[in-house]
C-alpha cells in the first residue's frame, strides 16, 4: 500500500521531500495544500446550521461516517438521516470547541481533502458522494497503514471523530449493549 | 430523596458570584489577593486564604456548571462543557497526545475520577536530593496530606470494586503483584461511575463541593468565564491583571468587556498549560529560559480486553484499585516506571480508544460490555533522558504543547504493554488488544508476548492520552533550575505565587490531584501568614 502512495506521489510530482520531514503531524500535509492554487484554507464559511465544518467537510464525512460506523446502515432511512445529522453536530461541535491551533490543523487537513486532484493523489477517491464502500476503506486503510506520520495521523482523527461523535448519542446505546445512566441515580437525581 | 444545587441556594443567601459574560461594561475589581484558577490549587488556596481574612476574588475562565447541570449523566454534555478543548479532541501540537483536563469551576477536579493517592515517598525525596526543593520532605509534608485528606474526606475504598477494576485486582494477584485500594475523595458516593461527567449527587469532595463554597462562605468573590490575559508588572510587582469575558454561547469568544483586577498578591493557578501560558503572555521576567519547560504528563498507553464475564465497565466507581508493582522496580531513576489503573469505559470515548473502523469497529462494539480496559501512567520527569515537552504560546495566545517521545519513554511504554496484556490473560481475558495502529486482537499471552515487541514505536500508531498535566513552573531554591521557589514564591515577582500542578519539578508517580492539594495547602498557609504579617 505504501509503496503504491509513494509511486503515486511521485507521479503526480508533488514536493515528496517535504512528505519525509515526518513527525510534524498535520503540518506537513498544510505546507502541501498551501503550495497549491484554490487552496484557500479557512476563508469559507461554514455549512448551514455548523460552526466550522464547510460544505466539502460535510462532503467528506457524510461519506465515511456510514465505512466507519456500520451500524448506520442496520437502520431505518429515517434514523440514519437522523443519527447522519447527529453525528455531524457532534463532529462539528468537537472541532468548533478546540483551541485555534487545532483548529488550524484540522481546516488544513480537511482543506487537503477537498482539493480534487489532491484527494485523488491521496486517498483514491474523486468525489466523496460517488465513492464506493471499498473505495472509502481503502482510503482509510491506506492512510493509516502508511510509513508516513502525517497520513496517519489523518486516518486516526477522522476515525476518532466519527466513531467517538455517533456512539455518544443515546439512539447508539443499545447496539452496544450500554443501558444508560444508571437508573437507579438518574431516577433520583432527575424527581 | 432530592439533591439540593449548593450553588443556586448559596447565591441567593448572599454569595458573590459572578457571570463576565453577563457583564455589559468594563470593570475594575480589587481584592488582597487575586487567584487565577479554580482547579485543585486555585480551590484550596481560595479557602485557606479566606479563612485567614484575606479578600479573595477567585477568578475562572470557564463556566460555573453545577450539580444541576449533571444530571443528564451524558458524555456529549460533559465533554462540551467541562473539559478543555471539548474533551477527547484536544491533543498536543502534533496530535499525537490526546489530552483530557477540565474546564470548568474545580477544574479537573470537577471531572477526574477521584483517585487521590499522597505524592510517593520516593518522588518527595527525588525532588529534595536532585531539585533543590526544601520543605517537603516526607514528615514536613505528612500533616498537609492528613489535613487535606480530612477536608476532602479521602479514604480507600471501602465498597467491593468493580468488574473492571477487579480485573486488575484478579490479574495482580494471580501474578503474584502488588495492587492496592485507590483512596477517593468522596462522601456519600453511589458508586455509579459517573464521576467524569460531573457528579450529579456532590459526593465527590472536588473544590466546586468543598474548598469554594466555603470560600464564598468566608466572603470570596468568584468570577466565571473571565480569561485572564495579562499580568500588568513593573518594578518586579504585579500591578494589575486583565481580563477578557467570556461570551455564554460558546465559552471562548471574548464579549468585549474587559476587567481590570488590582490586589496585593497574584496567584497563579492555572493548572501546569495555562499557568505557564499566562506568565509568557504577559513577558514575565524568565532570565533562565525555565518558563514552560519541563512539562510532565504523564503518558498514558492502554490495553482493551474482552472478558468472558459481563464488566460493564462503564458502572461502579471508576478507579478503586492500582499496582505499583512496576513503579519503584528499578528505582526513582532506572528503567521508567510506570502505575497501572484502569480506566472506565463510555461508548464515545471507548469507541474513539478501540481507533477501529468498520467491521472490526463493529465487533468491538459488539463486546463492549464484556470490555475491560488497563491503562499505564508512565512516570515522566525523573532522568535526563525524560524531560517532558514544553508549552509555547499558539497564535491566538492560547498554550501549545510539545512532547516529544524519547527511546526511554518508548522502552517504558513497550514494557507497560506487556505487563498489561499479561495481566489481563492472568486475569481470564478471551483476547487482549494494545491501542496501537498494527496490533492485532491477541488470544494468548504467548502470542502477545511475541507479537508486542515487534510493534512499531512511533508516534501516530501508538494511542497516547494524558489526563495529568504536571510542571512548567518548577519550583525549586535554585532560580536557575526553577521558576518559583519551594513555597511557590516566583523568583522574580514579588507578588506572585504559583500554586498548582505547574510547580511540580517531576511528574508524581500517581494521580496527582491530592498532590495539588497539600502542597498548597501548605503554601498558602505560608502565604496567609506572610500577607497578614
Not at chain 2, 477536579?109 to 529534595?128: D, I
Not at chain 2, 462562605?217 to 500591578?239: C, F, M, P, S, Y
Not at chain 2, 486475569?427 to 499471552?445: E, F, I, N, P, Q
Request: hydrophobic content about 40%; overall charge neutral; glycine content about 10%.
Amino acid at each position: 500500500m505504501d509503496r503504491k502512495l509513494d509511486s503515486m506521489v511521485d507521479a503526480a510530482g508533488l514536493p515528496r521531500r517535504d512528505f519525509l520531514k515526518v513527525g510534524l503531524g498535520l503540518s506537513l500535509a498544510v505546507t502541501l495544500a498551501g503550495a497549491l492554487p484554490g487552496c484557500s484554507g479557512g476563508t469559507k464559511a461554514p455549512a448551514p446550521d455548523l460552526a466550522f465544518l464547510q460544505p466539502g467537510d460535510v462532503a467528506l464525512f457524510s461519506a465515511i461516517i456510514p465505512v466507519v460506523v456500520l451500524d448506520l446502515g442496520t437502520r431505518s432511512t429515517a434514523e440514519q438521516q437522523q443519527l447522519l445529522r447527529q453525528t455531524l453536530a457532534n463532529i462539528d461541535g468537537t472541532c468548533a470547541g478546540l483551541d485555534a491551533h487545532s483548529r488550524g490543523e484540522l481546516r488544513k487537513l480537511f482543506d487537503l481533502l477537498a482539493i480534487g486532484t489532491l484527494r485523488y493523489v491521496l486517498t483514491g477517491v474523486g468525489r466523496w458522494n460517488e465513492a464506493s464502500s471499498e473505495q472509502l476503506e481503502a482510503f482509510l486503510e491506506r492512510w493509516r497503514a502508511s510509513r508516513f506520520a502525517t497520513l496517519n495521523a489523518g486516518g486516526n482523527v477522522l476515525v476518532r471523530l466519527v466513531a467517538g461523535s455517533y456512539y455518544v448519542i443515546p439512539a447508539t446505546f443499545a447496539s452496544v449493549g450500554y443501558p444508560g445512566p444508571l437508573e437507579a441515580m438518574f431516577k433520583a437525581v432527575n424527581a | 430523596m432530592s439533591f439540593p444545587d449548593l450553588y443556586t441556594e448559596g447565591i441567593a443567601s448572599g454569595w458573590k458570584v459572578i457571570d463576565a459574560a453577563r457583564l455589559t461594561g468594563a470593570r475594575t475589581l480589587e481584592a488582597d489577593v487575586a487567584i487565577i484558577g479554580s482547579g485543585a490549587g486555585g480551590g484550596v488556596a481560595a479557602e485557606i486564604l479566606s479563612q485567614a481574612g484575606l479578600k479573595v476574588l477567585l477568578i475562572e475562565e470557564g463556566p460555573l456548571k453545577t450539580s444541576a447541570d449533571f444530571k443528564d449523566m451524558q458524555e456529549a454534555r460533559a465533554y462540551r462543557e467541562l473539559y478543555q478543548g471539548g474533551g477527547p479532541g484536544k491533543a498536543t501540537s502534533d496530535g499525537a497526545i490526546t489530552i483530557l483536563q477540565g474546564r470548568s469551576v474545580g477544574g479537573s477536579t470537577t471531572v477526574n475520577w477521584t483517585s487521590s493517592f499522597r505524592t510517593p515517598e520516593p518522588t518527595l525525596q527525588h525532588w529534595a536530593a536532585e531539585r533543590e526543593v526544601t520543605g517537603h520532605s516526607v514528615e514536613q509534608m505528612k500533616p498537609w496530606f492528613d489535613q487535606m485528606e480530612q477536608r476532602l474526606n479521602v479514604a480507600p475504598w471501602g465498597t467491593a470494586p468493580n468488574a473492571n477494576n477487579s480485573v486488575l485486582q484478579r490479574g495482580c494477584d494471580k501474578l503474584g503483584w502488588e495492587s492496592h485500594v485507590i483512596p477517593r475523595n468522596v462522601k456519600g458516593c453511589w458508586n455509579s461511575g459517573y464521576c467524569g461527567f460531573g457528579c450529579p449527587v456532590n459526593a465527590k469532595q472536588s473544590m466546586l463541593v468543598s474548598t469554594i463554597p466555603a470560600a464564598l462562605k468566608n466572603g470570596a468573590t468568584l468570577v466565571h468565564r473571565l480569561r485572564v490575559r495579562e499580568l500588568q508588572h513593573a518594578n518586579d510587582q504585579i500591578t494589575a491583571a486583565i481580563g477578557d469575558a467570556l461570551n455564554a454561547k460558546d465559552g471562548s469568544t471574548p464579549t468585549g468587556v474587559s476587567v481590570t483586577i488590582r490586589a496585593r498578591h497574584f496567584v497563579a493557578a492555572g493548572g501546569a498549560l495555562n499557568t505557564p501560558a499566562l506568565l509568557l503572555r504577559s513577558k514575565l521576567p524568565d532570565p533562565n529560559q525555565r518558563l514552560g519547560k519541563r512539562t510532565l504528563i504523564h503518558p498514558v498507553v492502554l490495553a482493551t480486553a474482552v472478558m468472558p464475564e459481563r464488566i460493564e465497565a462503564f458502572y461502579g466507581a471508576p478507579q478503586s484499585i492500582a499496582s505499583d508493582h512496576f513503579q519503584w522496580k528499578n528505582g526513582a531513576t532506572g528503567a521508567m516506571g510506570y502505575k497501572l489503573e484502569v480506566p472506565p469505559i463510555f461508548p464515545g470515548i471507548g469507541s474513539a480508544v478501540f481507533n477501529l473502523y468498520g467491521r472490526e469497529l463493529q465487533q468491538g462494539m459488539a463486546d463492549f460490555p464484556h470490555a475491560n480496559a488497563v491503562l499505564a501512567l508512565l512516570r515522566d520527569g525523573f532522568v535526563p533522558q525524560s524531560e517532558g515537552g514544553s508549552v509555547r504560546l499558539g497564535d491566538d495566545g492560547n498554550p501549545v504543547l510539545d512532547y516529544d517521545i524519547s527511546d526511554y519513554v518508548w522502552d517504558g511504554v513497550k514494557r507497560a504493554w506487556l505487563s498489561m496484556a499479561e495481566l489481563q490473560f492472568a486475569a481470564g481475558a478471551k483476547a487482549v488488544r494494545v491501542a496501537h495502529l498494527d496490533a492485532a486482537a491477541y488470544t494468548s499471552w504467548a502470542d502477545a508476548k511475541k507479537a508486542i515487541p515487534a510493534l512499531a514505536l512511533k508516534k501516530f500508531r501508538t494511542t497516547l492520552f494524558t489526563a495529568h498535566l504536571m510542571g512548567g513552573c518548577a519550583m525549586s531554591q535554585n532560580a536557575q533550575r526553577g521558576v518559583v521557589d519551594s513555597q511557590g514564591a516566583h523568583h522574580q515577582i514579588a507578588n506572585l505565587s504559583v500554586l498548582d500542578g505547574s510547580v511540580f519539578p517531576t511528574s508524581i508517580g500517581a494521580n496527582p490531584q491530592l498532590s495539588i492539594y497539600a502542597l498548597t495547602a501548605q503554601n498558602a498557609t505560608a502565604l496567609a501568614q506572610r500577607l497578614r504579617g
